[in-house]
């Protein structure tokens, strides 16, 4: 028995010494095969970027944010082959310029893989050059690229008009209205300066002229010709409502320079009985109240509308003098009514 058993014994280790050289062999084809492979699984893990210029978005999407542009013939290391949305690989590669690795995703039609790219060199070059060998990225660990977002463009803005407070020069023309109908009704011009205290506050000196013809009347002048020259003070309450039209409030007091010529017909029929006729008004002072606009065409140039309500009184005299026997007789001329409505209009030229 023993020596059957160590007959088996023998039979069955000379049959497992047999086998060696096949499984040896094997083995050898297998490597063989993986190691020959081993270019093409690289190749089908890259591309090359065939454009001129290719952005690396963060995101699969063109309107995401770009982490670097790369430039033609850049080799890209891909994460899988599988596409995402069937228009997106994602990749990384080494960035020289910001000294890490960079991940991202480029649309497919800016790469080919490098298997596609080798055999197109491959029909183009002759058969005797040597192919350049691709240089294969570094890998390094990945770092999550900081995605900076670029900066907003500077846009310039049209300077605003600044409604206050400003400093103007004027040049007015209007309408005056005596509100006593022996009065007729004139034209008016004149100037004006403003003072801006504040954004809502502004002093304005004004100086207008104005002519009316006068019918005679029993309790005041007689008939002539009568001249105003108001100089008005006022503090204007402005309220602006946008930058270019701003309507204001405004009332004040002012001192008048009035004159008085008698009609000539009148003069020279009193000359031809021996007597020598005057009528003159004294100068007053009154007070307005009012209301207008500024509209600001520019920054420095409005134009102004307003009108002003005016309370004037004055007091006049009358003489007749002899020509021959020198007696004068005169006589006082009270509460002449001055009171007007003006209108203006006119431009303002602000600093």
Sequence with gaps: MCKIISGNIFMREGKHNS??????????????????????????????????????HV?????????????????????????????WYRVYFYSIGKKATVVGYIHISMVKEVGEVLEAIEKEIKPKEKKEEIKEAPKIKEIKPEVVSPPKPRVRRPSRIKTGP???????????MLRDVHYSDEMNYGGNFCLGISKNVSIELSGLRFQNDVE?????????????IPIQLSIQLRLPVTRYFVPYILG???????????????????????????????????YH????????ITGKIALSVDVKYCLVKAKGSWSLSDQIGGTVT????????????MFGAGLKFCF
Excluded at 21 to 44: A, H, K, N, T
Excluded at 260 to 286: Q, R
């Design 289 to 296: 109240a009012g209301a207008g606009f500024d509209i600001f």
């Design 166 to 176: 400003k400093s103007c020069l004027g040049v007015m023309a209007g309408y005056s």
């Design 330 to 341: 005169s006589g006082a001329i009270e509460n002449l009514n001055l009171n007007t409505i």
């Design 59 to 87: 995101d699969p999407d063109e309107k995401s944010a770009v982490v670097e542009t790369v430039e033609k013939g850049t080799v890209l290391n891909l994460f899988s082959s599988e596409k995402i949305k069937n228009i």
């Design 216 to 228: 005679s009347s029993v309790d005041g002048l007689s008939e002539g010709q009568l001249s105003v």
């Design 252 to 286: 004040g007091g002012g001192y008048y320079l009035n004159s008085f010529a008698l009609d000539e017909e009148i003069i020279n029929a009193w000359d031809a009985l021996g007597f020598d006729v005057n009528e003159k008004i004294e100068n007053s002072i009154g």
């Design 19 to 56: 086998m060696r050289p096949i499984v040896l062999i094997f083995l050898f084809i297998s490597v063989g095969v993986f190691v020959m492979s081993l270019p093409l699984l690289s190749q089908r893990n890259r591309v090359t970027v065939t454009a001129e210029r290719a952005n690396i």
